[in-house]
């Protein structure tokens, strides 16, 4: 990996008097990314071990099998939350600079002479990141619903492991969806003075919430993308019979 950075450091293209391991960020975020979205493109394309009794993975909710979809449903279901995420202002920055190189850091060179911003397709898409996130938002009622089957067993109420791994996923989803740039700039967006009215004043409280959770968007973004191949495993586990299922109530 040492000499990958030394040939790219020293490449007139990306040239730059940067010492340090700059390499090191854009390269841990592609192999992260590299690894997650593979592993999840496996498990959709799979198309079986995605449900154990009342746990229903994410990467299949909700559970549908149109008859017209010749393919796993689940590349279907993951349209909404994909056009969310490669959307995301974070991860735009975050691919850019570890797959395309766009800049791979700051102060450091790009290898692309012609900049054309997100003026052209496929990039231009990327400016309907607002309605990807009226999707998301949508999604999480299905996402939520799957919490409520997980803590409902046939003798009734009760808490798995699986329970608190599927809340885990759909917990970290939800701060990642409300931690959107779209979502805050709704809440707190045109407005030329918060102290106006009482409205005003109302969502400039909600607004600064927001701005907090946006601080973290960052960690939200990995933390669910994380929490949701990890519940995806986990009810495969279950299901494919390898593990069983710890009952904690």
């Known amino acids: 990996m040492a000499r990958v950075a030394e ?4 490449s007139e293209s990306r040239a730059t008097d940067r010492r340090d391991a700059w390499w090191l960020a854009p390269v841990s975020v ?7 979205g ?4 496996w498990a959709a394309a799979q198309n079986g071990n995605f449900r154990f009794e009342n746990y229903l993975s994410p990467v299949y909710s909700p559970e549908v099998h149109p008859s017209w979809w010749p393919i ?12 969310f995420r490669t959307t995301c202002y974070y991860y735009r920055k975050a691919y850019y600079r570890a797959f395309f190189w766009d800049p791979p850091a700051c102060a450091v060179g790009e290898p692309h002479r012609n900049y054309t911003g997100e003026v052209k397709f496929p990039f231009i898409l990327q400016n309907m990141h607002r309605f990807s996130f009226y999707l998301a938002a949508f999604w999480l009622i299905f996402l939520w619903y799957d919490v409520f089957e997980a803590f409902r067993f046939a003798s009734g ?9 599927i809340l885990a996923s759909t917990g970290t989803l939800t701060l990642y969806t409300l931690s959107c ?16 009215t009482a409205s005003a004043r109302s969502r400039h409280g909600v607004w ?42």
């Not at 040939?7 to 020293?10: G, H, P, R």
């Not at 593979?38 to 493109?41: D, G, P, S």
């Not at 973004?221 to 519940?231: E, K």
Request: proline letters at 3%; charged letters at 10%.
């Open 157 to 165: 109420f009760g808490v798995g492991l699986g329970s608190l791994v």
């Open 7 to 10: 040939a790219v450091a020293s």
């Open 30 to 36: 592609a192999v992260g990314l590299g690894v997650l």
């Open 181 to 196: 740039h779209s979502w805050r700039h709704m809440v707190g967006g045109k407005l030329d003075c918060f102290s106006c």
């Open 38 to 41: 593979l592993y999840l493109f």
């Open 208 to 249: 600064q919430r927001v701005t907090h959770l946006n601080e973290h968007h960052q960690l939200f973004a990995w933390i669910s993308l994380f929490a949701v191949t990890a519940a995806d495993v986990y009810v495969r586990l279950l299901a494919m019979g390898v593990i069983h299922d710890v009952r904690l109530l």
């Open 72 to 83: 796993s449903p689940a590349f279907l279901i993951l349209l909404p939350p994909l056009f």
